[in-house]
């Protein structure tokens, strides 16, 4: 073969391995699409053409992202009739239908109402495939259109629900396999109820289910809080009734994907940091997202242990079943209604509910609560009533008829519900008790987040020498006894973590804090661990101590600091964790030989990391959780130096929609409290995000926000960062350490996060799902307004602290004060 002959050939492979993108976003009449081929949409988001998923050999005409590196589809044509090899060609025809070719077999094509003038087919922006008439005045008159038939994923605008008019139901549907998008069996469904419903359907049944329409949100979804990526939108009329949603910035992307391999809904966000889809929510979120779990008129508590409880006014079935935690069976009435007599039938209200399954129930939009009341009242098989729609004052009656299907509790959120009672039932409903009598002289002894209260009258109770409780009261008392939740930690003996710690050797101490030391060892099964010993000086005691077991067990998150257990053994308290062989973060950036270990890719992993542990407790944990001690000594670094945020003995949970509080016990640490916190004792999970904010700079610049004085001193490092910012010279104070690492834009997006955290009032400051938006995207961000305690050089002057009473310490301590400054 001469030179030329070979190079025609290797010209010839080349070419037919690439793939052509055009420059166009439509297929017109005497145009067409083949393999190795694409159409890009106008503003270069969507690509159409072919591609083979994964492993596979076949071909699919497909839509995916053109700007990501992932190759993520969002709709296949022929996902149930592959192309054997790369034969495959789209065309239009003059009826208006697209149609796709094997060779001279048609294996896909589309349908329309009416014969246009001139069809083509274009791929929007959106992610929609259209054809229409190109001779139409309206642009928007789709003669078909891929948004339509959706396949395992819902873009924003498509409609999920169903057309009333025609009967036709958007419904997603899985791909079979991460190689072959042909439908699954894992499906979400919207229901036309009386009252519409969605469903995660596994098959033919009900797998879990998102709840109907509540006026804000689906009524079994944890959208408590406006969210700054998108937002959803219900529509019901006599034509068409669908959810769908939008994106607040079309610079972010976000989809919905049914997933057949977890049997799960997930929304994505890309983070283009990361080059990497985020997983923002989840359904099922968590085992009492699966449908019916508890049975017949079952409430579950995922917080509770067992997780299944019937509702007030009923008792299991089978208490043998419900017992070994065979709950299908459900509970029935204590006591049974009387139809004859049902005016002396009342209600009880539960708060904080997903409601119902709608399959048997009544929807009318147009009366109140009290007419609602009154209608169920009237009809002795109507076994419960809410509003339907809870914005603002609530309006719309929504009625359930017959046993009551999937109830669960929320911590946060949820709506309230109003059971059918029998009148003697509302009348003896006391709460659940454990009832004692205690003897003339005895001794009770101390027991652990009980509450006691008398029936009869009122004791004091007061602590002897011993520690122990004691009363002087010559009658007889019976007591109510309201325990705490399981809180479901091993407990570890004390033998066991002396021989781990080498009987607590000082050679096994790594460090010292607020609630005492902390030593390394080793179990006897070659695990390691760290073993935080509350000291007897210590100014954190017993309260801090539980707080930490009740909140940190039951939290799972890779940038949080697992607990393994507790010991409680005599005077010994003590919390055993995985133990993070790097030590803080503090040791690292406040250090100059050991900060150059921490280049700006690591740094800036470290930040997004401990951005998404603070997101996870305050928005997506089983309790809202506000830290109130966040900083650098309290993020520890594993092996591979990642960040994990640690101490809870100060945090602040919540199981209801208040995210914020008042104390007149301030604790904390001095230049990560934010300004209203430290003044007038008033915390949220903003005053977390003002702690980030500071934390940030500190990474960013190496130096503590308290300890640090300009050559003046007149400003602590939050005002010097703003007095840089404000004249152009962020950069200027960066930490040495870096040298060349860095990358400019990340760094200052990161002081620019910072400063937006920072910010002196807390209506101002992102939350923290914002903030790992920002961090992982290239959103344009708001401009910072002036950093809290800083109002000019007045208020540094003199010293690094705004407390004329504290001096500037470098020993960065937690403080407790039981007065607001």
């Known amino acids: 073969m001469d030179i030329l002959s070979f190079i025609s050939v290797l010209v010839h492979i080349l070419v037919s391995s690439l793939t052509i993108s055009l420059s166009v976003d439509s297929i017109a009449l005497s145009h067409s699409l083949t393999d190795g081929m694409t159409i890009v949409s106008q503003g270069g988001t969507f690509e159409l053409g072919f591609f083979s998923p994964g492993k596979s050999k076949k071909h699919y005409l497909g839509i995916w992202y053109k700007n990501i590196s992932v190759k993520t589809v969002v709709w296949v044509a022929n996902r149930v009739n592959p192309i054997n090899d790369s034969s495959g060609t789209l065309t239009v025809n003059r009826t208006g239908h697209l149609v796709l070719h094997q060779n001279d077999t048609v294996v896909w094509n589309t349908t329309s109402p009416r014969i246009p003038q001139n069809p083509m087919a ?3 922006d959106s992610g929609n495939l259209v054809v229409r008439d190109e001779n139409d005045a309206n642009p928007e008159a789709y003669l078909w259109q891929s948004f339509d038939y959706p396949c ?32 699954g069996d894992f499906s979400c469904v919207n229901h036309n109820n009386n009252y519409p419903d969605t469903y995660l359907m596994k098959g033919t049944k009900k797998y879990s289910r998102l709840g109907p329409w509540n006026g804000l949100h689906a009524s079994g979804t944890l959208d408590v809080k406006p969210n700054p990526i998108y ?44 080059q990497n889809w985020m ?60 139809c004859n007599d049902k005016h002396k039938d009342g209600f009880v209200k539960l708060k904080g509910l997903k409601v119902p399954d709608t399959m048997h129930s009544w929807l009318d939009e147009t009366i109140d609560l009290e007419e609602c009341r009154a209608k169920c009242m009237d009809n002795c098989s109507c076994m419960a009533y809410t509003n339907s729609d809870i914005r603002g004052q609530g309006s719309g009656c929504a009625m359930w008829f017959g046993n009551l299907i999937d109830v669960r509790q929320f911590a946060v959120g949820g709506q309230d519900l109003y059971i059918r009672m029998d009148a003697s039932e509302l009348e003896a409903e006391h709460g659940h008790r454990k009832k004692f009598t205690i003897i003339v002289g005895s001794t009770i002894a101390a ?18 020498g011993t520690g122990r409780m004691t009363y002087s009261h010559v009658h007889l008392c019976t007591l109510y006894i309201l325990p705490e939740d399981d809180l479901d930690l091993p407990l570890l003996d004390l033998s066991a973590i002396a021989s781990a710690t080498n009987n607590f050797s000082m050679n096994n101490k790594i460090g010292e804090g607020g609630f005492g030391p902390v030593y390394k060892g080793r179990l006897g099964n070659g695990k390691e661990i760290a073993v935080k010993r509350l000291s007897r000086s210590s100014t954190q005691g017993i309260i801090e101590f539980k707080n930490e077991v009740k909140l940190i067990a039951k939290l799972q998150h890779r940038n949080l600091v697992k607990l393994l257990g507790c010991c409680i053994q005599g005077e010994e308290k003590m919390l055993i964790y995985e133990y993070m062989p790097n030590s803080s ?16 890719s690591k ?37 591979k130096l990642n960040p994990k945020i640690s101490d809870f003995g100060m945090a602040k949970s919540s199981a209801t929609e208040q995210n914020e509080g008042n104390t007149n016990r301030i604790v904390g640490t001095y230049g990560y409290m934010a300004p209203e916190y430290a003044a007038y004792g008033r915390f949220s999970v903003k005053s977390d995000v003002f702690s980030f904010g500071i934390l940030v700079l500190e990474i960013v610049y190496g130096k503590r926000n308290r300890d640090f004085c300009d050559a003046n001193r007149i400003h602590n490092l939050i005002g010097q960062a703003w007095l840089l910012w404000m004249e152009g010279k962020a950069l200027e104070m960066i930490d040495k350490n870096l040298e060349d690492s860095w990358i400019e834009s990340e760094v200052l997006r990161c002081i620019h996060i910072s400063l937006l955290c920072a910010q002196q009032h807390p209506e101002d400051r992102p939350t923290m799902s914002y903030v790992v938006l920002m961090l992982g995207s290239e959103i344009e961000l708001p401009k910072p307004k002036e950093p809290g305690f800083f ?26 004060s039981l007065q607001p400054r």
């Open 791 to 816: 109002t000019g050089k007045a208020s540094f002057k003199g010293n690094c602290t705004s407390n004329p009473m504290k001096s500037c310490s470098n020993n960065e301590v937690t403080i407790t």
């Open 447 to 464: 027991i652990s987040g009980m509450i006691l209260v008398c029936c009869c009258s009122i004791y004091k109770f007061r602590r002897n």
């Open 585 to 600: 973060l503090d040791t690292f950036i406040f250090d100059h030989n050991k900060g150059k270990f921490l280049d700006w």
């Open 122 to 124: 274009e791929l929007l």
């Open 152 to 183: 395992d994923t819902l873009l924003p605008g498509m409609k999920f629900g169903w057309d009333l008019r025609t009967g036709f139901n958007w419904t997603v549907t899985a791909w079979n396999s991460p190689d072959d998008p042909a439908p």
């Open 603 to 639: 740094r800036y992993h470290i930040i997004c990391g401990i951005a998404r542990g603070l997101m996870y407790l305050h928005q997506d944990s089983r309790l809202m959780i506000i830290h109130r001690d966040l900083k650098a000594s309290n993020v520890l670094l594993d092996d």
């Open 231 to 274: 937002y959803f939108k219900y529509f019901y009329n006599k034509d068409e009734l669908y959810n769908t949603y939008y994106l607040m910035n079309s610079s972010v992307y976000s989809r919905l994907v049914i997933n057949q391999t977890d049997y799960a809904l997930y929304r994505y966000v890309w983070v283009e940091s990361d």
């Open 279 to 338: 997983v923002y929510k989840t359904k099922p979120l968590d085992y009492c997202d699966h449908y019916g779990l508890c049975g017949a008129n079952g409430n579950c508590v995922i917080n509770e242990s067992p997780i299944c409880q019937c509702l007030k006014g009923f008792r299991p079935e089978s208490l043998l079943a419900w017992n070994t935690m065979e709950w299908s069976q459900g509970c029935v009435r204590n006591k049974p209604l009387r």
